[in-house]
Each structure stands twice: as structure tokens, then as C-alpha cells.
């Protein structure tokens, strides 16, 4: 077990690169920061000299892998960072310098059933892509098919395993001073920032993810998965369909090649509702650098380390809201609130409401080239807060994918209004569901699965009857010691007095953890 003065340590030592980077400033003037934690800062930045304009995008890059990860997750919450961090940390590319071809070789060779000689008729060993987690390399292999392969970064998996841990220490320390600390749960962000992250580093998981949702996604026209090679794919290497094709991004070169970029951006939207809303299962890493246009139009998105999923009550409930908002219906969209659980019972309803009127009006009926997205979340999370609204960290991959693929939307058609698109869409899916047709036939299956359970219903009932609120069981939390309730060894104080006495000096063996 890893001990707190090396948490510590960690922690002054990313603390100080945030502060070289003016990171730190927001977090001291925040209100809602607790006081040991402005103390905490005060001490990480002793000595450093701080810009005036704070670039959190390249803090979280020079601290690590692991840190762009915890940054993309914060992006999507500006009601921890506040509004301008999550806006500078939308722009965190996942992108760094490539390791070494010679070792990225070897673990492709020791990593599959058979040598890479035997398996690949050549690999290219300038990378096309260089991310946190993994390269990748373009490639032929024995029996002629182009290919891309993508290997994971040695050593990766061990350190981001010591760099979570500190997290999870460091969470659960916030958590434990109460207030709005507690309520915004920062060791559930944690959690699930890990479970994903351990998704991403096995890439059987992103292979079977990559096929899960090509099967899904078969019948879409103008939508396309590259196809996995299973026989060169282990939890190291992946090996898939080479892609062709152009980025997403590059707006000039779609105009050049005749693509209708309106129809386009429209196709993202209603692909992204299908997976999230139709399916319940979501590409949930849609940035700009893995979405791919071929010559025929068809955008064929890449990198499934990071999937989303929802479970058919929370897009029931999704869905209307979704609908209650394009439509100004905000008195269902209340109360959907209040059935989910989100919002505690003890506030009204109506209340709520007008709430989210005062929100809403304002944004219906515009392009998003019109509205102050920051106005906006301001007001949607001082709502949050108003109403004693927890956290939801299910909810946080879709959050975090609507973001994204509003971003790409609004870039290929600046004048896009995302409520116009998302609201047949909706619309159709919200009569498809619940409407008389599919609610006998939903009954009827219900009727004919309950007689077969005849013989065990009396010790399966609970599990027939409906679940409260709309989160899923959030998963556990590892126990972390909390410093001021050890009693050996001399106490806490030791381990701030090291601290102290850390940031002072700066001494460069302390940093280099």
C-alpha cells in the first residue's frame, strides 16, 4: 500500500505544475473550494512564478497520461473547474510524442499467438497517431489486407495504476471535509474515471466494443465500424480494417471533396441519438480525431476504448427530457427529474420548473452560433446546486459525448440548432416506445415471461418490481485512511509538515515520483 506522504508528494508535485500554469488561481478564489484545500494550494505554488491568463489544457498535459484522461472527464464538469477551465480543457488533445518503435515492436511480438514476422508483411514504423494510452501504426499483413494496429504504451498500465491510486486518495480526502465537496462526489468521478480507464487498457475490450456497436449500427446508411481482425488482437495490440478517408476536421478538404457539410453535421447528431437513445450503447470518445469521411460520404468513427452505456429506464427518462426541453414542456421535464431521483423530494416541483424555464426559453429556437454556452452551464449548474442536485457519474460519458458532438456539429454547420435536429429524432422514438402498439406488445411479453416464472416468482418478487430512482448502483470505493484519523506513527501533522517543507525547498528528488 502506497503511503500518504507519497500521495502527498505526488500531489504537490502536480500541484506545482499547475500552478507554473496559472491553474490554481481559479481554485483558491472559488467560494465553494474548502479551505484546506486553498491552504493546500497556497502551499503547491510557493515559489512559482503564475501567467495571467491560466492554460489548464497544458497543465494536465505536462503532468501525465493520466491526467489528460482526468482532464477530458473535467471538461464536461464546470460545476467542479468552473466555466472557463472546462472550456480550455475542451481543447486537451489526447496526443504525445510517440515511445520508441524498437519497444513498441517488441510488445507486438511477445503479445500475439505468433511472431510479428509471421503475422504482419511489414509495419510501418512511423506512428500515425500517438495518444496517452496507445500508438498506432499502419501495416500489411501476411495474407495482404492493409491494416491499422494499435499497441498499447509500455509500462502504461503500471503508471496509471499509481496515479489513480493518488487520485483515489486525494478524493476521498475532499469528500470526507463535507459541504459542496460531498455533494459533487468526487471519489464516484474517480471510480468511474478508473473503470474506464481500465477498459481502455485492455484492448480485447475496445475489440469486442468495436464489434458490438458495428453490429448495432449495421442498418445505418452513411455510418460505418471498421472490422477487427481477431487473430492479431490481444489485450496489448489491436489489430483493425485500415481506414481511409478524411478527418473530420479538415473542413477544406470536405468542401474540396464535395461533401454536403449540413447534412453531414445532421447525420452526426441523429447517429449519436440512435446510439445513446435507440440503443443504449454509445461511441463515447466522438472527438474530431476519430471520426474519418470517405469518398462517399460516410463518416466511419475509430478509437472504442471508451464506450457509454444506459439503461432502458434512464433513456426513457432521457429521452423526455430531451423532448420536454425542445418543446418547452419543462413541467414533465420537472417532474422526470423528481421520478429519477435526481432531485431530492423535498423540493417542489413546480419550483423546479421555473427553474428550468429561466434556463431554457432563452436557448430555444437559436442556432448554437448565438448562445453563450458559458451563461448557459452557469445557470444550468447554479440550478444544481439550488435544488441539492448530487452528482451522477452514469450520466457523465453521455455528457461528456454531447459535448463533443456538439463541437464537431457546430463546426461543420455553424448555424446547426441541435434541438431542431434531436427533436423528430426524439419525437418518433418517444411514440415508438410508448406508444399503444408497443405498450401491448411490451405487455404481452410481460404477461408471457411472468408465467414462466410461476415456480419461483414468490422468491424472485423483488426483483420484479420496479427499481428506485434513476441511477445505477453506483460501483464501490476502495477504504482510504484518512490522514487525521491515524493514531500511530506521530499523526497527520507529520505528513503536512513534509509538505510544508516539500514546497518550500522545491528540492528536484522530492518532484520526481
Known amino acids: 500500500m502506497t503511503r500518504p506522504v507519497t500521495h502527498i508528494l505526488r500531489l504537490l508535485k502536480w500541484g506545482r505544475i499547475l500552478a507554473r500554469h496559472g491553474a490554481l488561481r481559479a481554485i483558491e478564489a472559488d467560494r465553494n473550494t474548502p479551505p484546506q484545500v486553498k491552504r493546500l494550494c497556497r502551499i503547491a505554488r510557493f515559489g512559482t512564478v503564475q501567467p495571467k491568463v491560466p492554460d489548464y489544457a497544458g497543465a494536465f498535459r505536462a503532468i501525465g497520461p493520466a491526467a489528460i484522461k482526468l482532464g477530458q472527464t473535467l471538461a464536461t464538469r464546470p460545476d467542479i473547474i468552473g466555466v472557463e477551465a472546462a472550456h480550455n480543457l475542451l481543447t486537451l488533445q489526447d496526443q504525445l510524442p510517440p515511445a520508441p518503435f524498437e519497444a513498441v515492436y517488441a510488445q507486438i511480438d511477445t503479445s500475439l499467438n505468433k511472431p510479428a514476422n509471421e503475422l504482419f508483411e511489414y509495419i510501418n514504423p512511423e506512428a500515425v497517431g500517438s495518444a496517452s494510452i496507445a500508438q ?77 456497436l458495428k453490429d448495432a449500427m449495421v442498418a445505418v446508411d452513411g455510418y460505418s465500424i471498421p472490422a477487427i481482425d481477431w487473430d492479431r488482437t490481444s ?95 419543462y413541467k414533465r421535464v420537472a417532474e422526470i427529474h423528481f421520478e429519477a431521483q435526481y432531485v431530492p423530494s423535498y423540493h417542489n416541483v413546480d419550483e423546479f420548473a421555473t427553474a428550468l424555464r429561466a434556463v431554457g426559453e432563452p436557448t430555444r429556437g437559436k442556432p448554437v ?8 452551464l452557469d445557470s444550468l449548474f447554479a440550478i444544481t446546486r439550488d435544488f441539492d442536485m448530487q452528482t451522477q457519474p452514469h450520466l457523465l460519458l453521455l455528457q461528456k459525448t454531447m459535448v463533443m458532438v456538439e463541437g464537431i456539429a457546430t463546426s461543420l454547420n455553424p448555424a446547426i440548432n441541435m434541438w431542431d435536429v434531436a427533436a423528430p429524432f426524439v419525437r418518433d422514438w ?84
Request: hydrophobic share 45%; charged share 25%; aromatic share 8%.
Open 369 to 376: 452560433s448565438e448562445l453563450s454556452v458559458g451563461q448557459m
Open 136 to 212: 498506432v501504426y499502419r501495416a500489411r499483413t501476411t495474407d495482404g489486407k492493409d491494416v491499422a494496429v494499435k499497441v498499447l504504451r509500455p509500462g502504461i498500465r503500471e503508471q496509471f495504476a499509481r496515479d489513480i491510486e493518488t487520485y483515489e486518495w486525494a478524493a476521498a480526502h475532499l469528500e470526507a471535509l463535507g459541504g459542496e465537496a460531498a455533494r459533487l462526489r468526487p471519489q464516484l468521478v474517480i471510480a468511474n474515471l478508473k473503470r474506464w480507464t481500465l477498459r481502455e487498457l485492455d484492448l480485447r475490450r475496445e475489440a469486442a466494443s468495436a464489434s458490438e
Open 235 to 329: 489485450g496489448r495490440v489491436l489489430t483493425l480494417e485500415w481506414v481511409d478517408g478524411i478527418k473530420i476536421s479538415d473542413i477544406e478538404a470536405l468542401k474540396a471533396a464535395g461533401h454536403d457539410l449540413n447534412k453531414m453535421a445532421e447525420k452526426l447528431v441523429l447517429t449519436f441519438l440512435r446510439q445513446a437513445i435507440s440503443e443504449g450503447y454509445f461511441h463515447a470518445d466522438m472527438h474530431q480525431g476519430n471520426l474519418f469521411v470517405r469518398a462517399d460520404g460516410t463518416i466511419v468513427a475509430i478509437d472504442f476504448g471508451i464506450m457509454g452505456r444506459i439503461n432502458r429506464q434512464a433513456r426513457f427518462w432521457l429521452a423526455e427530457i430531451l423532448y420536454g426541453l425542445t418543446t418547452g414542456n
Open 430 to 513: 418517444i411514440r415508438g416506445e410508448l406508444g399503444p402498439e408497443a405498450m401491448l406488445a411490451d405487455g404481452i411479453k410481460k404477461q408471457a415471461d411472468t408465467l414462466k416464472m410461476i415456480p419461483d416468482i414468490i422468491r424472485r418478487l423483488d426483483e420484479q418490481l420496479p427499481r428506485k430512482g434513476g441511477a445505477p448502483e453506483p460501483p464501490p470505493l476502495p477504504h482510504v485512511e484518512l490522514i487525521w484519523e491515524r493514531r500511530a506513527g506521530g499523526g497527520w501533522w507529520r505528513y503536512a509538515l513534509v509538505a510544508v517543507v516539500a514546497a518550500a525547498t522545491g528540492a528536484a528528488g522530492m518532484w520526481a515520483l
